[in-house]
């Protein structure tokens, strides 16, 4: 009922953003929860879980920002849904060392396919962030739930690859001797192992031997083991993940707002490699006040790159079609 009041009363579509939280109570989650309390353009803030969220909520709400904040259980998900413009899931099992994202399918699969069906149902015009592993299935479940409900818009649905891009920025950095801030790399393809490409022949760092090229990529692309093996079974990547996460659900607000030129790399529907049988790609996304406004080709790649993205293509059919699948299977 706020949101609606600010809205007529505005004259920019910036006046009212309601973003939902899935999975708040989590390593990922509450870290999230508070850096979208301290995002402005928010104005209601819905955490859920299925435990724990009120808990996050209550203490996130104490951060003096201008944002309703409200902790939902299971029976509160409608409400939680219901009139939001954004909608971040990152509810799922994590990754233990020697697991693959792909390991972590059987659990998060259905987690996911029951909360973009809940979305598809209660918030069917919102833009949803997708942070659960394995992204590169993950993000195909929604769609074919949002497909079997009659409500899919490719322009709304994002897998969350922004910590690619904030490890490729910082790892070049190390190994360069810059400031990361000022490292602005792109990485396509999709979000695990190999299907990760940094597209380093488009930044200042093309000249890198060779040996130093391809370690510095196997870091980008295999950079979330670090941190598995650190937490050494505590989990994976959950402050860094936050604020990449936080970082994307910004740019989507500032798209829905109609600010120019949000552009972030994301797994999206994609018309890229679509004649070859790869349905979601990741590349540099315009975000607008429809959610995806254009998709950008991937520029001039060095024959190298050519090679990785050639492979990541192989991989992504295989995981593209496993997500697919599992809804046809169990719908
Ligand atoms: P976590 O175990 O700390 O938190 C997950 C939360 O999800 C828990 O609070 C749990 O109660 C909740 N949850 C489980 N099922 C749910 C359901 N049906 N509805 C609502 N909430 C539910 O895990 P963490 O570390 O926060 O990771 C979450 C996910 O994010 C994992 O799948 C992980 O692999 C993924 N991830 C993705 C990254 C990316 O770059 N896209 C990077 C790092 C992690």
Redesign the pocket.
Known sequence: MFKSAARSFSTSPAAAYKVAV??A?????QPLSLLMKLNHKVTDLAL?????APGVAADVSHVPTNSTVKGYEPEGLEEALTGSDVIVI??????KPGMT?DD?FNT?AS?VR??AKAAADYAPNAAVCI???P?NSTVPIVAEVFKSKGVYNPKKLFG??T??VLRASRFVSEVAGTNPVDEHVTVVGG?SGITIVPLLSQTKHKNLSEETRDALIHRIQFG?DEVVQAKNGA????LS?AQ?GARFAGAVLNGLAGEQDVVEPTFVDSPLFKDEGVDFFSSKVTLGVEGVKAIHSLGELSSHEEELVKKAKETLITNIKKGVDFVKQNP
């Not at 859920?48 to 724990?52: A, S």
């Not at 989990?235 to 959950?238: E, K, L, Q, R």
């Open positions: 899935l999975g109570g989590g390593g990922i989650g859920y879980d299925l435990r724990g990152p509810a799922g099992v994590p990754r994202r972590l998060n987690i029951d909360l942070i659960s592993n992204v969350v690859t910590l690619d979000h979330g989990g994976s990547a959950t993940m990449a």
